[in-house]
């Protein structure tokens, strides 16, 4: 897929729209119809894509601010279509936790549960980061929902399958510390 610059979009889009407006006014309609065009397609796009793309490559880069940045400058993110809206507030989440927001985290990531995630790996990681976080607050319940959740899709990252291994462990050794601490009450 290719991938466009926002700030070079944003360039393609005035160049082409000044052209069509000089044609335009220098008497030929039909000279500006390509500019009217390419312009209209350049536009089409950042509505319907936003700035998912760029943003997700700051973000491997480990640019966090530079993505927060860039992620903001998709205007309306209810226009994009649902697969880049869903990696929009799933971006947003991750932004978020990056900067130990756990309340804006929690609502990007949900959000991105609500409008939904193209496949189940995004999806499971989703699950995942909330579990994390309803653990780091001692509810337990939630932690168990998500990750409830989380078994029931199809993970195919070895990454992902081992992380929730992981977080299956923690939840074990939490509940055999806990079951540790009630006998030893007991017994006193």
Request: one cysteine or more; glycine letters at 6%; charged letters at 20%.
């Amino acid at each position: 897929m290719l991938k466009i610059n926002i700030y070079v979009r944003f360039a393609i889009m005035a160049i082409c729209w000044i052209l069509a407006i000089v044609f335009t006014l220098q008497g030929s309609f039909w000279y500006a119809l390509p500019f009217y065009i390419v312009g209209l397609f350049f536009l089409a796009g950042y509505i319907l894509l936003g700035t998912v793309a760029g943003t997700a490559q700051l973000i491997q880069a480990g640019d966090f601010e530079k993505a927060e940045k860039n992620l903001k400058l998709t205007v309306k993110p209810e226009w994009l279509y649902s697969g880049n809206r869903g990696f929009y507030y799933l971006l947003q989440g991750t932004i978020a936790s990056q900067k130990r927001d756990t309340t804006a985290t929690k609502a990007a990531f949900n959000k991105a549960l609500e409008v939904g995630l193209p496949s189940d790996n995004e999806t499971a990681m989703v699950y995942l980061q909330l579990a994390n976080i309803a653990a780091t607050k001692n509810n337990w319940q939630h932690a168990q929902m998500h990750l409830r959740k989380l078994k029931g899709l199809k993970v195919t990252e070895p990454q992902m399958k081992e992380q929730v291994k992981q977080f299956e462990k923690a939840i074990q050794q939490r509940g055999q510390m806990k079951h540790m601490q009630h006998r030893s009450r007991r017994r006193r």
